[in-house]
């Protein structure tokens, strides 16, 4: 479905990806881990188009999309929740929702999205009228999942959607995830707690410096050593 070959991408002269390719199939969720600083979020907003890549081809369906201007990465089907939410704090909930679908396609089953979002989030059902900046951390985490949604994704990009989130929350939030995807909608899931990324997704990559280091099913990456101990804390595999 997407495919990201032998991408790199540069702030200024500093070299923040180099020579990185990862694959995604239709319906498959797939996780990147790895350090701070590691490239992670760069990214995914090169999947999204934010960050225009300095070589390497990005391809979906098998048609070069490397030179489109990021909004028409969204007519093609890919979704962003950015790292740290960017809601519209004084919008509603409901405007920020409604801010998703604003693509011909999806605006005009724009009412059929919603109902969607809130069977998903009932909390949000609940509170359409109330501004986003009223809500909880993990509702704000919610609305800007939600509001991907709305844009009738086909792969939805999630960048570090447990930062900031209570253990608790956490384990909601990645039950849903796994529903989404479970729908049908592939995912590239960012992910610095490598614990859950690794149980939700069915392949991985581990990003290092700018570099993917390694990639696999999530069982075999954990039987990797330096994997469990880097990442996990842990000397040996724990059943």
């Known amino acids: 479905m997407f ?5 790199s ?8 990806l180099s020579d990185v390719s990862i694959a995604i ?42 030179a489109l201007p990021a909004h028409r990465f969204c007519d093609r089907g890919l979704a962003i929740v950015p790292e740290g939410r960017r809601l519209f704090a004084g919008l509603s909930v409901r405007e920020n929702l409604e801010l998703g679908s604003y ?26 009228e109330q501004p986003a900046r009223v809500l909880s951390g993990g509702q704000q985490q919610m609305l800007a999942i939600g509001r ?13 959607p447990s930062l900031g989130l209570a253990p608790t929350i956490v384990l909601d939030m990645f039950a849903v995830i796994r529903d ?24 991985a990559y581990v990003l290092e410096e700018g570099r993917i280091t390694t990639e ?19 000397s040996r595999r724990v059943t």
């Open 103 to 128: 693509r011909a396609g999806a605006r005009a089953n724009r009412r059929r999205s919603l109902d969607r979002v809130c069977g998903i989030f009932p909390v949000l059902g609940q509170r359409l």
């Open 25 to 66: 199939a239709a319906g498959e969720l797939v996780s990147v881990v790895g350090p701070n600083g590691a490239g992670k979020s760069t990214l995914i907003n090169a999947v999204a188009g934010i960050h225009r890549i300095k070589a390497g081809t990005l391809r979906l369906e098998g048609e070069d999309i490397s």
């Open 180 to 203: 989404i995807n479970r729908a049908g909608v592939a995912i590239l899931l960012v992910e610095q707690n490598v614990a859950m990324a690794l149980e939700v997704a069915s392949r």
């Open 148 to 160: 991907a949604l709305m844009a009738e994704p086909r792969l939805l990009l999630l960048d570090e």
């Open 3 to 7: 495919e990201a070959d032998r991408i």
């Open 216 to 234: 696999g099913r999530p069982r075999d990456l954990l039987d990797q050593p330096h994997i469990r101990q880097a990442y996990l804390g842990q």
């Open 9 to 16: 991408v540069s702030y200024g002269g500093a070299p923040a």
